[in-house]
Nanobody, 124 residues
């Protein structure tokens, strides 16, 4: 069974850091694009960051100066290092796998496999 397992969320104070992990079964990391999306109650699911099989990275504007996406192909794991967290970062974070082209990496409908979500809560 091919699946993604995301983890690492928690409750932190503003300005703190968290590292989210996305573990992929079946050796997906080396051949698929992996992205992080987030969704807060009542809001649309929004793109956060992506890393392609060739290690190109993409970020939403609010994340580009604070978050870093990386991967370890040998461990089949993608990481999202989140620093200088803000209350507006509070959401459930999901990792997702797919085969988007560059123009599609920010669109959730181009990802076929999703993790279960991990909660990030940032308090002030």
């Amino acid at each position: 069974q091919v699946q993604l397992t995301d983890s690492g969320g928690g409750s932190v104070q503003a300005g703190g850091s968290l590292r989210l992990s996305c573990d992929a079964s079946g050796g997906l990391i080396g051949t698929w694009a992996i992205s992080w999306f987030r969704q807060a109650p009542g809001k649309e699911r929004e793109f956060v960051a992506a890393i392609t099989y060739s290690r190109n990275t993409y970020y939403t504007d609010s994340a580009k100066d604070r978050f870093t996406i990386s991967k370890d192909n040998d461990k089949n794991t993608v990481y999202l290092q989140m620093s200088r967290l803000k209350p507006e970062d509070t959401a459930v974070y999901f990792c997702a796998a797919g085969t988007p082209i560059i123009s599609q990496v920010r669109l959730p409908n181009f990802y076929m496999i999703w993790g279960q979500g991990t909660q990030v809560a940032v308090s002030s």
